[in-house]
Structures are given as C-alpha cells and as structure tokens.
C-alpha cells in the first residue's frame, strides 16, 4: 500500500519534471523580479528606513536629554541639600551662641542678686548679733543687779543692816563661782 | 495513480505547485514577459511589505507602537548584522541587504500560506524563491554589487582576495585557483542554497498532503494511518517557518559578509 503511494508520488514528480528548469519562464520571472524588488527597494531606501532611521533617532537623542537633565536636576538637588545643610548648621549654631550669651547674662544678674542678698543678710544678721549681743550684757547686768538688790535686801531682813555694794558684789562672785 | 478520496478533494503532484502560469500575457519586443503568478506573488509581497511599513512609520511616535515595534526590531536586526559584519561605513548597504532580507523573508513566508481551496490553479500560493531563476538572480545582484564596490573601493587590491599578503610563493599555484573557484562558487551557492530549501521543504509538505488524500481514499485500516503523514505534515509546516526565516537570515548574513570581504580586501 504505503509502496503504491511512494511510487505513485515520485512518478507524479518524474513526469511532472522541475517547472524551475523551464528557461521559457525565465525572462518574465527577472522582469517582474527587477520591477518588484526595484520597486521595493526604491520606497525603503528613499523613504521607510529613513523613517525608522529618524524615529530610533530621535528617539535616542530623547532619551539622552532626558538623562543629561535628569542628572542636571539631581545635581541641582544635591547642591540644594548642601546649601540646606549649610544654613542648618549655621542656624544651629547662631542659636547655641545666643543661648550661650543669655545664659551668661542670666548667671551673671543672679550672681549680682546673690551677691546683694548675700550682703543685705549679713548686714542683717550682724545688727541681729549686736541687738543679741547687747540683749545678752544687759539681761546679765540686770540679772547682777536683781541679786545685789535681793543679797541686800535679804542681809537688811537678816541682820539690819545694809552691806557695801562692794561686799555684796564680792558675795556674788563668789556665789557664782560656786 | 493517486485517486480523489472524496470529490472536490484533488491531490495534485508534488511539482505542479511550481508551475508558472500566465495571468496577464504580456510580451515586451518578442520577450514574453506575462505577468504570471511568480509576478502575482512578488507584487503581493512587495506590496504587503510597503503597506506594513508604511503603516508602521506613518505615526513615528515616540513611544512605538506594535506595528512601529516590529518595524524598529527588525530594522535594528538588519542594521546591527550589516554593522557587524562590514563595519560602520557599510551602513551604505543597509538598504540593499534590508530590502532583500524582508523581500525573502516575505516570499518565504507568503509561499506557506494554504491556497485557497476550488481556487483557479493560477491564484494558488506560490513561493516565489523556490526557482533558481529568482535566487540566482539575487544572488548574483549581490556578487555583482560586491565585485563593482570590491573594485571601487580597493582598486586592483581586490584581486589580493585571492592571493592573501604573507603567502609563501609555492602555495600560490594551489592557493590562488582555490580561492577564485570558491569566490565564482559564491553566486551558486548563495542561489542555489535557498531555492533548494524552498523547492525541498514544498515537496515534503506536498508529498505528505498527498499521502494523507491517498491513505483516506483507500478506506479501512489504510484511512486511520493517515493520521502519520497528517501529523507529519503539521511538523514539517512548523519546520518550514523556521526555515523560511532562516534561509533570509542566512542569504543576508552571507551578502554581508561578501560585502566585507569587498570592503576590507586590500586589508588582507
């Protein structure tokens, strides 16, 4: 079966011959040949791949602008940040050297405040101490006086008879002494 | 014989898809110059080709579209392959190698498309770089613009394409015989390559159609086998597009080459 198709098929080939080898085919073939591809290559040559050509192009050099610009702007912003940070640590730095001078300012007013209260209580406490003082010798000097008058009057109610002050203040010291 | 398995299915011969067949009778002096369906087919492709790009440009946005897309890819593939290989003043060739790439490819792909069934056999597909004649042609329009431009470009240095500088003087009797009889195969070859790609691949695939006609019109056990050749011939269609790409690919590498060989000739 598969033989009788082979055969047949290759028979069919044979009587048929090679339509390629028909040289009376030719001149037409390479007229229309020359008229088409001429043709053919008249319209790319002159105006589609110029076309593409043009389009890649532009195309190209669109994308090389946008990079050169897009470099350009960061550098813009690179530039920006840096002046930014510039004017931040200036600023940050301004503001240390007023707080700086305010501090010494403020120390230097409560200093001068302390060093007045300070004089104000000690010219305080030395009148207190004085007034102290002078309380104290007048309170012993009373003190003294009440017991020569009591020495003397209890002498007087004892003995009749009223005793020197320097006897009575002798008394004393030595009572005190005791 | 190959019978009809079911009325208006034909299995026609494998060669018969070659056959050139006047539409228009046209003679030009006494030379017959009909246009014929190879013409049909060549003016299909070009004018598919220029409608596409024409299309494609015609918006030239900045931001490409899908058309525009495929349009700069296989723009840059060509022009990158010329680039390469020749160098950047072969840019001039770029038009001439982009035009025969996308005209090959474009016919190898074309001549896959299924003709229309109960179609008159004139208006069949046809792959218009499955004759000689057409490969040839191009072919040798590629040797003839590489020896004009070897010659311009290099003056006598051109011929040192065959005896290369720094060659001992005994070798050139053998050398130099070599190297013209592989430059005058280079026409032949480069013809002769991509027309026996199209003219082979369009035989299996006909010869496989036929196959699956003859295996169903036998009946029985013989109609389930047709399956094989059914399955086959999907396989070699798939195969047949890589093919019809790369046979373009192929003819316009190898026209950049000989266009660099032309260029840097004195160089050697």
Redesign the interface.
């Known amino acids: 079966m598969l033989v009788s198709i082979l055969t047949a098929g290759a028979e069919a080939a044979e009587s048929a011959g090679l339509p390629q080898l028909d040289a009376s085919t030719w001149p037409s073939q390479l007229f229309w040949l020359a008229v088409t591809f001429g043709l053919l290559y008249w319209v790319m040559s002159s105006m589609i791949l110029p076309r593409i050509g043009a389009a890649i192009e532009e195309r190209r050099d669109r994308i090389a602008d946008d990079l050169d610009k897009a470099a350009e702007s960061r550098r813009l912003a690179e530039e920006a940040e840096t002046a930014f940070n510039r004017a931040l640590a200036d600023a940050r730095a301004k503001a240390q050297a007023v707080t700086g001078e305010a501090r010494e300012e403020v120390n230097a007013e409560i200093d001068a405040m302390r060093k007045d209260a300070e004089a104000a209580i000690s010219a305080k406490t030395a009148v207190a101490e004085q007034h102290i003082a002078s309380l104290k010798a007048s309170a012993e000097a009373k003190v003294r006086e009440a017991a020569q008058e009591t020495t003397r009057a209890v002498v007087e109610a004892l003995i009749h008879e009223t005793p020197t002050p320097a006897v009575v203040d002798a008394a004393i010291a030595k009572a005190v002494k005791a | ?2 019978h009809a398995a079911t009325p208006g299915l034909q299995a026609a ?4 898809q ?3 067949l006047p539409i228009v009778p ?1 003679t ?1 002096g006494n ?6 369906n ?2 049909l087919w ?2 299909i ?2 004018v598919a ?2 409608l596409f ?2 299309f494609a ?1 015609n918006r ?3 931001i ?1 579209g899908r058309m ?1 897309s495929v ?2 890819i296989l ?2 593939f060509v022009a990158n392959l010329v680039r390469d290989t020749i160098g950047h003043d072969g840019m001039k060739f ?3 190698v ?2 025969l790439f ?2 090959i490819l474009t016919a190898n792909f074309f001549g896959l498309i299924p003709s229309i069934p109960g179609s008159p056999h004139n208006l069949h597909t046809f792959t ?1 770089t ?5 490969t040839f ?2 072919a040798m329009l590629t040797i003839t613009i590489v020896i004009i431009y070897g010659f311009a470009k290099n003056g006598l240095k051109f011929l040192k394409l065959f005896a290369p500088s720094g060659l001992p003087i005994w070798l050139m009797p053998i050398l130099v015989p070599i190297e013209i009889i592989s430059f005058l195969s280079r026409p032949v070859s480069l013809g002769v390559r991509l ?1 026996a790609n199209m ?1 082979a691949g369009h ?1 299996i695939l006909k ?1 496989f159609a ?2 699956v006609i ?2 169903l019109g ?1 009946g029985g056990f ?1 109609s389930i086998l047709a399956i094989a050749p059914f399955l086959g011939s999907i396989a070699i269609f798939l195969l047949e597009f890589l093919v019809a790409a790369l046979q373009a690919y192929v003819f316009a590498i190898l026209t950049c080459i000989y266009l660099s060989d032309a260029a840097h000739a004195a160089d050697h």
């Open positions: 014989m190959i011969g494998p060669m018969e070659f056959e050139i046209l030009l030379i017959d110059v009909s246009f014929t190879s013409a060549m003016t492709g070009v080709i220029a790009f024409f440009t030239r946005a900045l490409p525009q349009a700069e723009h840059e770029f038009p001439y982009f035009t996308i005209f218009t499955s004759h000689i004649i057409v042609a191009l027309f003219l035989i010869l036929g196959f003859a295996l036998a013989a």
